[in-house]
């Protein structure tokens, strides 16, 4: 093998064990500095010591503890550069001496006992609710997935610069609110466990549906997403929305391969090779969300969201599925989050139900909702429904307005198509 070959293989090993390990580097680091922000940066230096040494001297047995070791080690160089600057007299040289030796005690103790409890508390530092929502996406991709940012930047299709200042930002406001690194307790775990689960999903729908470009999944969003809710679930075991949620992702996720065509175009359900869905991933789907009920959050939003798509993991076919039970699955989910969204993906099922003139029905009740004015699966849902009916003239103002919406490359290839097929049907 050549030194470039060699050299690469390395590479990627070192990514690989990066990924693996940089979350409970960057929280076993955190607990000693009680600033995320330095120990993300005392991390990457840590990566960068690997990056430069490991392709002469070879990957060391225990990766991990070799990355721990040097982080620790930068992480006492950087604390006493910054004593230094504060001592100018003469007994500097001892008392560094000693606070080195203190201080190597104390970060070696934590380091050997990095726990669920650092990730946790990671995590929660990441998603805490001081930040906006895009700060904390981002950080969160970056602390507790492993990405770089210009794997961030490229999975939300913004310019790398502005990402690395979205993170930042948000580093530089939790040292500014002297955020705490901690896991909540009680009462405030609920709450703010809603925050966390909130990014989690939001990072998995951008995987499964992009609000924009030119692919109409972006897989490995879904993957982090998914790293994360099972992280939660371990962590959290008796938390039933973390299992819910879970479930959710186990489901939908199921369907990855399913939902994309040869080049990449849009497959929707109704279209879908159900062969190509991922059926061990559906029974890790049941199973958490058979947990969840079991913890008594059935009735919860994840969970009930969850519980819909495992009516569609259950049914062979489109025929074969329990509409009349999706139906009163999005009543209960209505009940719990009053969400427009809901709502209209309550009016497809009644559609699919009870014909397309109850969808429409349905359908119109929550048509001048302010939260889906912009939202190009309104008229697309719309358009569907008159195609149905055979109003094809209406349909064709529905898809047109549709297309008009939406920035995703795919779903504008899905709706022109659609468009299209009225015209030769018409």
Not at 23 to 39: H, P, S
Not at 184 to 209: C, D, Q
Request: charged content about 25%; overall charge negative; some cysteine.
């Amino acid at each position: 093998m050549s030194d470039v070959h060699k050299a690469g293989d390395i590479h990627k090993a070192i990514e690989a064990v990066w990924k693996i390990e940089s979350t409970r580097l960057i929280a076993g680091i955190a607990r000693v500095t009680r600033d995320i922000g330095i120990a993300e940066e005392l991390a990457q230096d840590a990566l960068v010591a690997a990056l430069e040494r490991w392709p002469e001297e070879g990957i060391p047995d225990k990766p991990a503890a070799w990355l721990m070791t040097a982080a620790k080690r930068r992480a006492i160089d950087s604390l006493r550069r910054g004593r230094m600057l504060e001592q100018k007299h003469g007994e500097i040289g001892r008392e560094l001496e000693f606070q080195q030796q203190r201080l190597g005690e104390a970060m070696d103790q934590a380091f050997d006992q990095v726990i669920d409890d650092d990730v946790l508390r990671l995590i929660f530092t990441a998603c805490h609710p001081v930040l906006a929502v895009d700060g904390r996406v981002a950080l969160t991709l970056r602390v507790a997935c492993g990405l770089t940012t210009a794997e961030i930047a490229r999975a939300f299709l913004v310019p790398e610069k502005t990402l690395g200042q979205r993170i930042f930002r948000a580093k530089k406001t939790l040292a500014e609110a002297h955020v705490p690194f901690e896991s909540p307790r009680g009462l405030e775990l609920k709450k703010r466990l809603e925050s966390v689960l909130a990014v989690v999903y939001l990072i998995f729908n951008e995987g499964y549906t992009a609000t924009s470009g030119v692919e109409w999944m972006r897989a490995g969003l879904c993957e982090d997403a998914l790293r994360l809710g099972r992280m939660l679930a371990e962590l959290l075991p008796e938390e039933s929305e973390v299992r819910g949620l879970v479930a959710l992702m186990e489901l939908q996720g199921s369907r990855t391969v399913a939902r994309r065509g040869p080049d990449g175009e849009a497959v929707l359900l109704p279209e879908q090779d159900r062969s190509l869905w991922d059926y061990a991933q559906i029974e890790r789907g049941m199973s958490a969300l058979d947990r969840a009920q079991r913890l008594g959050g059935g009735a919860q939003s994840y969970a009930l969201q969850a519980a819909i798509a495992a009516c569609h993991a259950r049914a062979n076919t489109l025929a074969e599925t329990d509409w009349e039970r999706i139906v009163v699955l999005y009543d209960a989910l209505l009940q719990v989050s009053g969400s427009p969204i809901v709502a209209l993906n309550r009016a497809v099922a009644v559609g699919m139900a009870h014909g397309p003139a109850a969808g429409l029905e349905a359908l119109d009740v929550v048509a001048a909702e302010p939260a889906l004015a912009n939202y190009h699966l309104l008229p697309s849902v719309r358009g569907d429904l008159l195609v149905k009916l055979g109003r094809y003239a209406e349909a064709r103002k529905e898809f047109e307005r549709a297309l008009a919406m939406t920035d995703n490359v795919r779903e504008q290839d899905l709706l022109s198509k659609k468009l299209k097929q009225t015209l030769l049907i018409d």
